[in-house]
Each structure stands twice: as structure tokens, then as C-alpha cells.
């Protein structure tokens, strides 16, 4: 993720889609109505909403003009999620994009009408959001970063930069199924590598700096953060927890690595969400979303910030540094 998009801040994640569009275009008959359906206020979301804007515009999607935008971000409190989706099914929109799992659940419970595009979700088979990848059977369709499937080589990618580790921690959700679906193939790569994984669970964001500590006194010598659209959101929060509790930590997202926590690889989220404006494109074009296959990723980071490797007294091996997409000193 580009540091000058982190450098925006959550507060553009709205702003962004007040802007014109800046392509040119003509208004053809009714202008069709996009709702936007966010989980939390996060530098990816800002990124998502950038990316969408943009593409939007490249694709001829002049807002105003042939194209409307109704966005709503739930700010982290799912329990909000139901209603907001409820609101954009109301207006009505034509298509309904939403960023992160608990939303796109939300859209699926608010309408088996609209056409919905969902992005930054980690199972949809697995959440029941669509039948299959290649055929999704209802009026969902999306892009996938599938990090249950790479949960096995960011474990081994984490035992690498610090071989002598023996007990991870790792955080997770337990009501949130990729998370549950993913923790026996998780165990049994850490048998492999012989590593002993320690499962600290939390259902809120309130709960890391207890959770972080209990890694600590229970003897983790380092942490795997398991996807989820709250870890996503809090990534620099996290990032200082483990540089604070000399906890040596990968995650899925590029922008934890980048906001100061020691390692990142998964799915480019900017490469995924420029998907979202094509897909949007083919449904107001009369596609069906059963007729899109789901799309999982085409490039996949894998960031080092050696700041924190520095601070922890940690010498990533250079075997492990020639993986790296982009090393931050």
C-alpha cells in the first residue's frame, strides 16, 4: 500500500466519494445509484475507496452525471452494519459494493434482488455468501484475498525471520468462521515446523492490549494475526502492541508491516479493489452476478520493516529478506 495513501487518513474514507469524478462521459436515461457499504475507518478502506472512485472514473462514470455514489461506513460497530445496508437497499441502488465480510453478510441479509460486489472478504463459501468461486448462485459476486489459504506459508515465513521460536501466539476470532475453518490446518503446519501455537482469543478491539499481554506471560515469542475487518482496522494500533511487548508478529495486511508491526504478506489489496469498479460495470451493463465468478488475487505482498526488526534486537536472515516485495528500513 502506497505510504501517501496511508498518509490521508481514515477521515478521507467518506470524503473521497464527495469529489466529482473526473472522467468525461454522457448521461444515458436514469442514473443509476451505487451504495457503498464499509465496515470500519481504516487506511485500506480509504485505499478502497480511492481505488473505486478512480476506476470508476476510467471506466466513464462521471458522478452527477450518469452515475450516483450513497456511502455508508459502519465505523467498526457491526451491529450497525444490518441497518446501514437496510438504508442503501431503501434509496434503492442499482448495485451495492461492500468492503469487508461482516458488511457483504449485511448486504446478503438486505437483499436477494440487488446485485452486490464484495471485497476484502476472506471465505465467501465458507461466510455462505456464495454457492462456489465459479459459479456464486445468487445475486453476490466479488473479489477474495483468501488468506485462510495462506495462512500455512505466512506461519512458515514468521518461523524463518525468527528461527528460534517456539510458541506463537495466535490471535483470533472465534465467531468468525475463516478464522475457525483455517485453525486446524494452521496446527497442523506448526507441528510440521515444530512450533507450539498458543490461541488467544477476542471478539472486540478493547480486548488487545489484555490479549497481548497474556501472550507475553504465557512465554510467546511470537504472534500470527488471523484475518478479520477489526485487526484490519486497528493494524497500527496492533503494530505498536507487539514493538511495545517485543513480540515479533506477521499479519495479512501490507499496511500493518507499513504502520510499524515487523512482517505483512498476503493478496495486494490495491491490485483486488481495482476489480470492484469492473465488476460494478459489467452488472449496471446488465450482467447477472451468478453469471461473475469470484475473483482471488493476482499479486500477493510480502513487506518487512526492519525498524521493528532493530528494536526487538532481531537479524531477519537474508534468506527470508529475498522473498520480500518491499523492506522498509
Sequence with gaps: MPRRIIALGITLTLAIFVAPLAADAQ??????????????????????????????????????KNIALESRVAEGKYERLPALAAELVSVPVDVLVTWGTPAALAAKHATSTIPVVFTAVA?????????????????????????SALDTKRLQLLKEAVPSATRVAVLWHPDFPPNVE??????????????????????????????????????????????????????????????????PAIAPYQHFAEEGGLMAYGGNFADMYRRAPLLVDKLLKGAHPS???????????????????????????????????EVSR
Design 123 to 147: 471465505d465467501p463459501v465458507l461466510s455462505g455468501l456464495v454457492t462456489s468461486l465459479a459459479r456464486p448462485g445468487g445475486n453476490l459476486t466479488g473479489v477474495t484475498h483468501i488468506p
Design 27 to 64: 448521461p444515458a436515461g436514469k442514473v443509476p445509484r451505487v451504495g457503498v457499504l464499509i465496515a470500519v475507518s481504516a487506511p485500506t478502506t480509504t485505499l478502497f475507496a480511492e481505488v473505486l472512485r478512480q476506476g470508476l472514473g476510467e471506466l466513464g462514470y462521471v458522478e452527477g
Design 291 to 325: 453469471e461473475l465468478p469470484v475473483e482471488q488475487p493476482m499479486r500477493f505482498d510480502f513487506v518487512i520493516n526492519l525498524k521493528p526488526a532493530q528494536a526487538l534486537g532481531l537479524t531477519i536472515p537474508q534468506s527470508t529478506l529475498f522473498q520480500a516485495t
Design 182 to 247: 483455517s485453525l486446524p490446518e494452521l496446527k497442523r503446519a506448526a507441528q510440521a515446523l515444530r512450533v507450539e501455537l498458543q490461541l488467544v482469543a477476542y471478539r472486540e478491539a478493547q480486548e488487545f492490549e489484555s490479549a497481548v499481554a497474556a501472550m507475553r506471560r504465557d512465554g510467546a515469542e511470537a504472534l500470527f494475526v488471523m484475518p478479520h475487518p477489526t485487526t484490519s482496522g486497528q493494524a497500527a494500533r496492533l503494530a505498536a502492541l507487539t514493538t511495545a511487548n517485543r513480540l
